[in-house]
Structure formats: C-alpha cells, structure tokens
C-alpha cells in the first residue's frame, strides 16, 4: 500500500489538508528542480559573473585605460555596493508587496543593459558613476532568491537548493576566466578586450532576465507546470513547515518584530563578517598577476579557485546533510580553509609564488560559508513582510561589508595587501565567535518552547495564515 503524509488538522478551522503520497511528493520537487531552480542558477551565475568581471577587467586593461590611480579601483569595487546597499531599502516593501518573480526579473533586464554602458566608460568618475547604478539595479536578487527558495522549498530542503545556485559562484569564476582569456586572445579590434567582456557579460544576462519573467511563475499557485492535484500537494507540504507562502502584503508589526529579534541582527553581523575577506576574490589576479605573470597566466591560475570554491560548497552541503542539526557547526569548519589561506598569504615569501597561488585559491573559500549562512536565513524567518526585511539585513550587512573592506586592499600594496589580509583573518575569527552565540540562542529558544508546548501551547493560527516564527510556537530554529 502506498504510503501517504497526512497533515493534522488545524485546531482553528477544524480543516484537514490533502493527504499525499510520497511519490507526489517526490515527482512535485522533482518538478519545481527542472523548471525553477535552473533560472535561479542562471540568474546567480550571471550575477556573480558581472561582480568577478571587475578583476578580470583590471588584468586585461581597465586601470591603464581609466587612468585609476591610489584608491580609485577599491572604489569602482566599493561603489557597487553603496548602490546597492541604498537599494535595499525600498526592496524590502516592494518584495513584499509586488509578485516577486515579476519584479526580479525587470530588475534583472535593467541590471544587464546597465553592465553595457560599463563598456562605453573614459574615466574613472563615469565608471564609478554606472558601477553604482550596477549595484542599484542588483539589489534586490539575492535577497529575493533567499525567499524564493524558502517559499518553493521545506526547510529541510534549504540547505541543498542554496548551494546549488550558490554554486555558480564558484562556475562564473571558472568561465569567467576562460572568457576573458578567449576575448583577449581573439581581440584584434579597436574595442580594449575588457569592454567586449562587459557588453556580452549584460547582452546575455538582460536575455536571461526575460526568460526568467516567462519561466517562473509569479506564485506557487499561478504555477504554469504544475496540475490542480500538484498545487494541492505543493500547499499541503508547505503547511507541514506552516508558511503562507508569497503574499503580497506589507505589515509593519512584522517590521518592528524583525527589529526587535536578537537573531535577526545575528543576520546582519553574518553579512558583514562574512564579506570583509571578499576583496581576496576581487584581487586575487592582482596577487597573481604581481607574482610577474602576464594577462593570460593569470587568467589561467586564477580559474581553478572556481573549481576549489566549487568543492568547498559542495562538501559543506555534505556536512549539512549528515549534520542536519548542526549547520553553524559546519560553517566553522569549513571558516578553517580560507583562514588558513589568508594566513599562508600573509606569512609566505614571496619566492614561493606556486604555494601563493594555491593560498589565493583557499583564501576565496568564501561561496560555500554564505551558502549555509543563506540556508540559515531562508530556515529561521517566517512572515511575508519579515522574511525579506531579515534577508535585507543580512544582506544590509554584506553590503557595508563590501564597501569598507576594498578600501584596506590598495593596488600600491600588492602583492602582500597586508591591511586586507589582517582584517580577513580578524573578521574569520569573530564571525566564529558570531556563530557560536547564534547556535546558542537558536538552541535555547527550542529547548524553551519544547518545555512549554503541553502548559502553554499558545494562540491557534488558521493554516496559510501570516504569522512570523516567533508568534508560531510549534516553529523550530536550525542552528
């Protein structure tokens, strides 16, 4: 016989939701993984690929071109991200009151055509003038990929689907060097190779921003792939996590309570934390290339961190699957690697320029640690108007990170950056202290609702109803 998930029935409504079996269950995702998690990849991959574009470009040109002098390229990187920090701000009402797939993907087509005009740049005021409309325009889609994947997915289900679309962090670092060697060893025209890179890096990401429009739905209801009986199943499964869903309400009590939530602000201190080592990614070929290697080699040497970032990510979603309850564990593990890295670039001779390299590479370890911190997020958060107010904090963090570190990463301080290096390896350390204290208050909290539950089992909520994780006492956090 067939083995079938029932869902309890709501105390509220006296309803009970759809049985299903598990092989509906299992045909379900297989479904929402062919249809929706591609475009979300898709969409990251070009994403990263537009932020990576920036080194490249400082290999084949771009310095010498725009005539940038002291810190005037930590500023093109740092740019970016006060547009979109600034951004932030109005994407989180708008996430959460216009249909959020509809709204990503316009803001993907505009990115694309504005990561063009980056090709048209002389100088260094107009180029950082559309690197931050770049970040403006950039805003809202990873936070939005975070809800995303919380709205289509169980928690149990988190971890995996992000390190999948995280996992083109590591892909666009890996093609995007073979890009940009193809382009400057075919380059034969006028056009400098670093702006053939940035027209075809926005013509193509522009392109997949209109197909994303046309292949994800606006809502799992509006679901175009999926029968009446799927929708139905897709409903039920979700309830057994009891989320409502994408809503398109705004509610400014679930601001205050984000505000008020201690491990809301936990997620604003990974963002920042977790991004003061990213500078390392953005000038790695700067390292290399300062080893006395030309444009090709370093294009060459720097394509296997992709692939070293790619295990990385990979062996952390392992950790998380055989350590289902213990994924802040498995973020301070996998901190050690790029630690070390960055403690290998500090201390080598510069004579050992091989052991630099692969240092580089460990140093850039950095994808797979945000992959299981954004599972964390897309687990811990529930309500429509709180959901993406924590994703923006946590990415309100990344951003201030990635404004303020570049600016300790000085091309006059290369090979050895050392400013930048010390403050990765303080910033490592206390994002493991951050971590330690999250597991703690994550674990009590569920330590004191799993003693309260039988005296006070709380307010009953109608199923689907808005409800954040705190006012839903049955909710568990993953730490």
Known sequence: MVELHREKQSSSNGNCLSSFSKEEEAQLVKKIDTFVLPMLCLVFFFQYLDKQSLSYASVFGLIDDLSLHGSEYSWCSSIFYVGQLISEYPFIYLMSRLPLTRFVGITIIVWGGVCM????????ASFAAVRFLLGLSEGAVAPAFVT????????????????????????AQVLGCLLMYGIGRSSTGPLAPWRTLFIICGALTSG?????????PSSPKKAWFLTTREMEVLEARMARDRDAGDLTQFSTTQVKEALGDLRSWFMFIFGLLVTMQAPVMTFAS????????DSFQTMLYNAPSGAVQILAIWVSIAGCYLLTDH???????????????????????????WALIVS?????CLPNVLAVLLSLS?????????????????FIGYCAGCIAAPQLWKTSAAPRFFEGIVTAIVTWCLLLVALGVYWY??????????????????IAYQDGEDITDIQDTHFRYSY
């Open 117 to 124: 005009c980056l090709a048209a740049c002389q100088n260094f």
């Open 148 to 171: 995303l994947t919380s709205v289509w997915y169980r928690k149990k289900e988190h971890a995996l689907r992000v390190g999948v679309w995280v996992t083109m962090d590591g892909l």
């Open 208 to 216: 997949f921003g209109a197909l994303f429009i046309i292949v994800v």
């Open 286 to 293: 700067l390292i290399i290339k300062n080893l006395n290697y």
């Open 327 to 353: 994924r802040c564990f498995v973020v301070m593990v996998m901190a050690i690697p790029p630690l070390v890295g960055n403690l290998l670039l500090l201390k080598l001779p510069l004579s050992a320029e």
């Open 360 to 364: 580089s590479w460990l140093a850039s």
């Open 378 to 394: 897309a687990s811990n958060v529930k309500g429509n108007t709180k959901r993406p107010m924590v994703n923006a904090m946590f």
């Open 441 to 458: 208050l994550c674990r009590s909290e569920n330590r004191k609702r799993d003693e309260t539950q039988f005296t006070a089992p709380g």
